[in-house]
């Protein structure tokens, strides 16, 4: 197996870990690609590197990205590693926010969020509306209307809404089934 150079390694890294998307796997499969032509990672190295990186906590990509450069130049290596895979990165998401700082402070801006918003939550009540329509107008109004009834009490009572959607789960499961039903 080959050994580049620090920079010849910081430079390809820098380039497959911050050029795709779809995840840390991803970019971990285009440097594999990359080292592998270049003969300076074989299979069962990339395979142990999987294993760790895959094992530690926190970002998989990360964790790789340092274990290829410990491997190849030890704690130099790690340290060009973890910079050129996460720093650019870092870069452009902090000029992002920047941007969208600025651009939320606009009037059409907030405008156009809020109008957003309203279709979100107008394609939720719809959705939401077509799943409880046959209950509501069929036989099982009067369960219709007291889960209704329960789920409104308990959001009002301060109760986090997934606590609420659990106790509704329980209570549609408890509840008897509908007439014909088998």
């Known amino acids: 197996m080959e050994r580049p150079s620090l920079s010849a390694m910081g430079w390809q890294l820098a ?5 795709t998307l ?4 991803a970019s971990i499969e285009l440097m594999r690609r990359s080292f592998e032509r270049r003969g300076w990672l074989d299979e069962p190295r990339h395979a142990l590197l999987v294993a760790v990186s895959r094992f530690t906590p926190g970002t998989n ?14 704690a130099a290596g ?5 910079g050129v895979a996460s720093i650019p990165g870092a870069v452009i998401v902090t000029a992002f926010s920047a941007v969208v700082a600025q651009l939320v402070a606009r009037p059409m801006v907030r405008a156009g969020f809020a109008a957003a918003t309203l279709v979100a939550a107008a394609l939720i009540l719809s959705s939401a509306w077509a799943l409880v329509r046959p209950h509501v107008f069929g036989s099982r109004r009067v369960w219709a209307l007291a889960f209704a009834m329960a789920a409104a ?9 997934i606590r609420v959607l659990l106790l509704s789960a329980l209570f549609g499961a408890l509840s008897p089934p509908r007439e014909g039903a088998s």
């Open 15 to 19: 380039k497959d870990a911050n050029r």
């Open 22 to 25: 779809g995840g840390g796997m």
């Open 61 to 74: 990509v990360l964790a790789y990205c340092a274990a290829l450069g410990w491997l190849v130049h030890r």
């Open 78 to 82: 790690a340290a060009v590693a973890i």
């Open 153 to 161: 009490a308990l959001f009002a009572s301060g109760i986090t809404p």
